[in-house]
């Protein structure tokens, strides 16, 4: 034991050492997270749970997301406390102060829990390494976790009166960690439940560790046992209590679990991926996080292996090992199932704070103790100061670029003021209907807590319930795109069954997603002062009064409500109490033993031996390191390397790099090269991303090389193919690409004249004071719906038919179909005309397929548009009925793009159609879709499809259109739909035109077996990304 | 004690006397009746009074005139007209004094406050603003149309028979779209054209009705020879059109210029100028296929365009592998010629035409 005055002094070290690290800490955090927390991926998810206690302390129900939400799925802590200060300051302001808040508590709490381990001024090194550790700035500047932060200050700073309960005792011991245990619980329970291991556990081996040497042996038989048997029975009884704490605390909480099991496809979370492969996963969770702190480990392993601190180590690498996620195989070994569902980064941060005690121990041994001694004689005193000083100097360096890296490399869209929007849900009453965001990352969450709006989206993904989104491993609709065709399919849902989800409009910030908007039948509004596009789909019924809730019995609301904020409030009373009990810590709490050395080492020779025989070790592997990058980086990339690199600057939009790729020798000038890239639009150039390059070599000489090149795109609609002939040619050593052609046709005049006929639907844009008049509805055009079949294609359930507006004004259609087996109303999708000019017919088809998700075995874990799943059906289906709706159309109808030479040729796998799509008009075709109706035999229509134009149409201009089609003898009917299961708007049928038959305005297809004829319609979205 | 049972007494008492009304909605504490005291209909009080209101004197008239387009000559519209006193109550037991933009005033008496007209507008298509007056007290104006008769119409082809030049604008007009009644069909109407030439490609224009007639602008692109039309309208088609387009024809195809590109052992080609019987060079991007033949045996088949009346590529074919035999053919033109090598053409600009 050392002597008291000595222990004194540390404490008082101590001390000081953690009031710097405060002051670093409001210092360094305080002034970055204000501009730090908008980049972050879940702080504004915080502000929202906040925003909702804000506005109803003990409503516990939430229906701004996911169609309704219980907020009792998260715990409500921190929440609460910034619902209350948002009394006084602004939501931004509030979720800062609970964080900066949470931060001091952890830092202090750090401090507290070095102490049960090393002495007082190593704990005051502890604090201070706690304020510059890289997991903290990450935790907090890039990942937001404000609850993480909260908690675990919280638990730190309740685990001396675990100690103290264990090792002496006395209940206000007992009450105090009880206390602390349940308002951690309150923060986040998941921090109690992984701290009961991860902290308690080590430290209860420690506590009896020191009872071992306290309590000394009595002259009883076992009195070596005898004397544990109390801490142990301590310690149960805590754990029962802490058992206790937290079902309580938060028990509506566990009886939403139970109740409403989620039954949901877990989410992908990178931190479960091999970090050798996913270099920029490894990134993120692992290298980030770990820091310089890394560096700490072997001293981690030392003094675990010679030391009392073992237990400690022991769960440090544990922790680290859990956290290197599926790099190897054994976190998964140790965690079984519960691997797909943990967020394994979690365990490094803990690591990262486990280990702060060592790190301490280890500076003040540098600074103060016997290794900076040995450092001084080998090296000198400048040797010492530049071990520290680098140390502190790297730590701050890693801390700061993590807080910076969302600058550098931005993970969340440009800031998007939610004003306009908010303006434009509370105006006319558009929050009657629910709305959704594309592009917004998650500032959705900010934007959902400044309106009382709903969303049918969410951003905690724990608390979906609607099928549609638990079913797919889409966290949020907003971000699909990222998750290829599933994550495109799920929102497909939405957007084409808009009526069910009561979902009216669509805030875009991303252009990606106009296709499937605009051929889901989605209409462009406007554009909002904040660069935001506004879309609407027409002819979706108002949300009803009366919305189903979920209510809480009221005891359940009440606990909710005042027992988490009087956890948090009475631990924050025994943390003030004890704090001026202790004279602000001044006054040492226990005499403990301590960490010593066991011999004493005073061999300068050797200390410089080890260090210069370590930097050589360093220098020979960064040499190594340095040779392999530079051989790398000047190898001549392989002709294959600069297609591929060539179509990535393209995708990239980095036209100079792709440039710089193009044969010199034979390059137009930049400005020629880059007409002709600005020049092609349309769905693949300006709504694709591209997601694979495959070659193919066609011809070779020594210097020229002609691929077939496979570019696979990422469309908002499907994945599509493009295939393109280039050439690459060798020139002084280096490959490069040939340069391609502008597109080959030419507008043929110089000036264009049209007319058009175009349409201004009035309803209630009038200046008068009602936001309705009857006066102002026209009624339903009058659509009719011909013969329609439910058929089957290679396990496929699909109602096909053609439906004609009958109508004398252009029609909006809705159409919907039921299948006897399957009690879901589908909705018609990509496959309809939508938008008919009057007399016109479109042929439609209604899907039942459900959409295949990461998790189903056919996948695989990858995204492939070609695979499916069959719907989910009580029973064979045997019938079908069909519903239709119109309302009067005005916009989207531009017509002036015709197919010309086409052709349906038979081939071994279908009919194909080819043919040229020209635009006759003088609008910009930026995307041109054609829904062709094939007729059996018996002149009734059998198949409906969608084709696409891959590219833009400027006027006089055209593009290729290839569509195929499946065999007649792959489609099976299985219903003929009875004419009175056909009703639309809400009645019979009634035309006024005659209905359209097989031979009227049709292609006959002759020699293409079992089709008879066909129908096209060709719709367009004129509007332009670009513009 | 006793004060307190009186207290209670006199409340149940007073709670007892609460006054409550019935009316054809239900039952409420006459306290609460409200702007209800005054809706029409028989009220009874709990203690015992029995009122009968009827409806005052018509101070609003609301009109509804539907459908919004009535098919000329065959299909009734519908009027109806709603009487309200001050309180919205119908006004029952008047008479309404109907105006259907045509026709004269048709009197109709009010049941329960509503007056209703089935009419039959005449089959002359156009705009028609109605009205209704009913006690002096006029409503606001409703307007309905009367439209063509679209299952009356037969659409067919301005001329039976056009030419259009390649690669131009070619427009196609329909004869005046009528009903049976003379009515000229609306703005905004969709028709068809299904163009088919003798090799059975087809050719599929959507056209849209304006001032009473189709006029389709169609860029004659991949179509050449004689063509048969046919317009359609919903489910009626009409007779045939023979449109014709003249084929590109090259009258002379220039000289045929190869060069050797050493660097990368390959020749590049410059064609043209092609001129045709037109007086002017074959325009920009008509698609050019170029078939090349090397004295080795080695070959090479490639699909160019016109630029500036030139078809300039590049062949992955030896310069020592010439002479060369070249296969040149755009549209229905082929040039066949031997071509050597020579130096490549003075001021050449390559302009990425490949």
């Known amino acids: ?1027 | 004690m006793i004060r307190l049972f009186f207290a209670l007494l006199l409340t149940a008492q007073m709670a007892s006397a609460q006054d409550f009304t019935t009316d054809a909605f239900g039952i409420l504490p006459t306290a609460q009746l409200g702007d209800r005291e005054n809706w029409a209909g028989l009220q009874q009080s709990s203690n015992g009074g029995e009122t009968l209101r009827t409806a005052g004197r018509t101070e609003a008239v609301i009109l509804f005139v539907g459908p919004k387009s009535i098919v000329a000559g065959r299909e009734p519209g519908h009027a109806v007209a709603l009487g309200l006193d001050v309180h919205g109550n119908m006004v029952s037991g008047t008479q309404a004094d109907v105006q259907l933009g045509y026709g004269p005033v048709i009197p109709v008496d009010t049941l329960d406050g509503i007056a209703g007209v089935l009419f039959t507008p005449p089959p002359q298509s156009g705009a028609f603003l109605a009205g209704v007056e009913i006690d002096g007290v006029q409503s606001a104006r409703a307007d309905y149309r009367v439209s063509a008769d679209l299952a009356t119409v037969l659409p067919q082809f301005a001329n039976s028979e056009m030419s259009v030049l390649s690669e131009t604008f070619g427009v196609i007009e329909t004869a005046p779209l009528t009903d049976a009644y003379g009515n000229s069909v609306d703005d905004g109407v969709g028709l068809s054209i299904v163009l088919t030439d003798e090799s059975d490609t087809t050719t599929f224009v959507p056209s849209v009705v304006r001032d009473g007639a189709a006029r389709s602008v169609l860029l004659v692109r991949d179509m050449a020879g004689t063509n048969t039309g046919q317009l359609a309208l919903a489910g009626t088609g009409s007779g045939g059109l023979g449109f014709v387009v003249d084929d590109m024809v090259i009258e002379d195809a220039g000289a045929f210029v190869f060069w050797a590109e050493p660097a990368i052992n390959a020749v590049r080609i410059r064609l043209g100028p092609l001129a045709t019987s037109k007086g002017y060079l074959v325009p920009d991007g008509i698609a050019a296929q170029v078939d090349v033949v090397a004295a080795d045996g080695t070959g090479s088949s490639v699909q160019g365009w016109v630029l500036d009346g030139y078809v300039t590529i590049g062949l992955l074919l030896s310069p020592d592998a010439g002479p060369f035999e070249v296969s040149l053919t755009v549209g229905k033109t082929q040039v066949d010629r031997r071509v050597d090598l020579s130096p490549p053409p003075e001021n050449l600009t390559i302009r990425g035409a490949e």
Request: with cysteine; glycine share 8%.
């Open chain 1, 1 to 1027: 034991m050392r002597p008291c005055s000595d222990l004194n002094s540390q404490t008082s070290d101590g001390l000081r050492l953690l009031f710097v690290a405060l002051a670093g800490a409001l210092l360094f955090h305080g002034g970055l997270l204000p501009f730090t927390h908008g980049n972050t991926y879940d702080a504004f998810i915080h502000m929202f749970f906040g925003d909702s206690y804000h506005r109803s302390w003990f409503d516990t129900w939430e229906p701004r997301w996911y169609t309704g939400f219980s907020t009792t799925s998260y715990p409500p802590g921190t929440h609460m406390a910034i619902a209350a200060l948002m009394h006084v300051l602004p939501l931004r302001a509030a979720f800062m102060v609970v964080q900066l808040l949470g931060l001091f508590l952890l830092v202090i709490g750090v401090y507290r829990f070095s102490l049960l381990w090393v002495m007082p001024r190593a704990a005051g090194y502890a604090a201070i390494a706690a304020t510059l550790a890289s997991s903290i700035s990450e935790t907090i500047h890039l990942f937001g976790q404000l609850p993480t932060i909260f908690s675990l200050g919280i638990f730190l700073n309740g685990l001396p009166f675990v100690y103290r309960w264990i090792v002496y005792g006395r209940m206000w011991n007992l009450f105090a960690a009880v206390v602390f245990a349940a308002a951690t619980t309150a923060a986040h329970h998941v921090t109690t439940i992984f701290g009961g291991v991860l902290f308690v556990i080590p430290l209860a081996l420690q506590a009896l560790r020191s009872v071992h040497e306290i309590v000394p042996l009595g002259p009883y038989r076992f009195s070596g046992l005898r004397r544990f048997l109390m801490p142990l029975a301590r310690g149960l009884v805590l754990a029962c209590l802490m058992l206790g704490a937290i079902v309580v605390t938060v028990l509506p909480y566990w009886i939403w679990s139970i109740s409403d099991p989620i039954t949901q496809v877990p989410i992908p979370h990178g931190s479960r991926e091999n970090f050798i492969e996913r270099p920029d996963l490894g990134l993120i969770f692992f290298v980030l996080p770990w820091g310089v702190t890394i560096l700490f480990l072997p001293f981690v392993i030392y003094k675990t292996l010679t030391t009392r601190l073992w237990p400690l180590g022991a769960m440090v690498l544990i922790c680290f090992v859990l956290g290197t996620g599926g790099t190897t195989p054994i976190p998964r070994a140790i965690l079984g199932g519960a691997f797909d569902i943990l967020t394994l980064d979690r365990f490094t941060f803990w690591a990262t704070i486990l280990v702060l005690p060592f790190m301490g121990h280890m500076i003040d041994g540098l600074l103060h103790g016997r290794s900076g001694q040995s450092l001084i004689a080998a090296f000198g005193r400048g040797a010492r100061r530049f071990v520290v000083g680098g140390l502190f100097a790297s730590m701050t360096a890693v801390a700061v670029f993590i807080a910076i890296l969302p600058t550098i490399q931005p993970t969340q869209p440009q800031f998007i003021d939610p004003a306009p929007i908010v303006k434009f849900m509370s105006e006319d009453e558009h929050d009657r209907w629910r709305y959704l965001t594309l592009g917004f990352g998650d500032q959705f969450a900010y934007l959902a807590a400044q309106t009382t709006a709903q969303s049918v989206d969410g951003n905690y993904h724990s608390a979906r319930r609607l099928p549609d989104m638990t079913r797919f491993s889409v966290e949020r609709l907003e971000n699909s795109k990222y998750l290829g065709v599933p994550g495109l399919g799920s929102l497909q849902q939405f957007l084409e069954n808009a009526d069910r989800y009561h979902l009216k409009f669509v805030f875009s910030n991303d252009a990606f997603y106009d296709p499937i908007l605009h051929f889901s039948g989605w209409t462009r509004l406007n554009r909002l002062s904040n660069g935001v596009t506004v879309w609407e789909r027409p002819d979706v019924v108002p949300l009803p009064v009366l919305q189903p809730r979920r209510s809480l019995p009221e005891t359940q609301r009440f606990m909710w409500g005042t027992v988490p904020p009087l956890a948090l409030g009475l631990a924050a009373l025994i943390f003030v109490m004890t704090g001026l009990n202790r004279g602000l810590g001044a006054h040492q709490m226990e005499p403990r033993p301590l960490v010593a050395a066991r011999t004493r080492f005073d061999n300068p020779n050797r200390v410089r031996l080890i260090v210069i025989g370590l930097g050589l070790c360093a220098i020979a592997l960064g040499t190594w390191f340095a040779v392999a990058l530079s051989k790398e980086l000047s190898r001549t990339p392989a002709p294959e390397d600069v297609v591929t690199a060539y179509f990535d600057d393209l995708d990239f939009r980095r036209f100079e790099d792709a440039y710089a790729l193009i044969d010199p020798e034979t390059r137009p000038p930049f400005d020629d090269v880059m007409f002709g890239w600005r020049w092609r639009g349309g769905l693949i150039a300006s709504y694709g991303k591209l997601t694979e390059t495959r070659l193919t070599l066609l011809d070779s000489s020594p210097a020229i090389m002609d691929w077939e090149v496979s570019l696979d795109w990422l469309t908002a609609l499907s994945i599509r193919t493009e295939v393109l002939p280039v050439r690459t040619v060798l020139r002084d050593g280096q490959w490069f690409i040939a340069p391609t052609s502008l597109p080959a046709t030419q507008t043929p005049v110089r000036l264009q004249r049209d007319t058009s006929v175009v349409w201004n639907v009035v309803g209630r844009r009038q200046p008068r004071p009602e936001t309705d008049l009857h006066r102002d509805r026209l009624d339903r055009p009058r659509i009719v719906l011909g013969q329609a079949r439910l058929v089957e294609h290679e396990g496929h359930y699909s109602i096909v038919g053609e439906v004609t507006n009958s109508d004398n004004d252009p029609a909006y259609v809705s159409l919907f179909g039921e299948m006897d087996a399957k009690l879901t109303r589908q909705a018609a999708g990509v496959v309809n005309g939508q938008r008919l000019l009057p007399a016109e017919t479109s042929g439609y088809r209604i899907d039942f397929d459900d959409v295949l998700s990461l998790q189903d075995a056919e996948a695989m874990g990858q995204f492939d548009p070609t695979l499916w799943i069959p719907p989910t059906l009580d029973a064979a289906p045997t019938q079908a009925l069909v519903t239709g709706r119109a309302l009067v159309a005005g916009a989207d109808l531009y017509r002036g793009v015709s197919l010309n030479g086409i052709r349906v040729d038979m081939t071994d796998d279908g009919p194909v159609l080819t043919a040229t799509a020209v635009n006759n008009g003088v609008e910009s075709a930026t995307i041109v879709r054609v829904v062709a109706v094939l007729y059996d035999t018996d002149d009734d229509a059998i198949w409906s499809q969608a084709g696409f134009v891959e590219t833009n149409i400027y006027p006089g201009q055209s593009a290729p259109l290839r569509m195929e089609f499946p065999s007649r003898a792959d489609l099976r009917i299985v219903a003929e739909v009875q004419p009175d299961t056909i009703i639309v708007n809400g009645s019979t049928q009634q035309a006024d035109t005659v209905l359209p038959s097989s031979e009227i305005g049709t292609i006959p297809l002759e020699g293409i077996t079992g089709y008879s004829a066909m129908r096209l319609h060709v719709s367009t979205m004129t509007h332009d990304p670009l513009e």
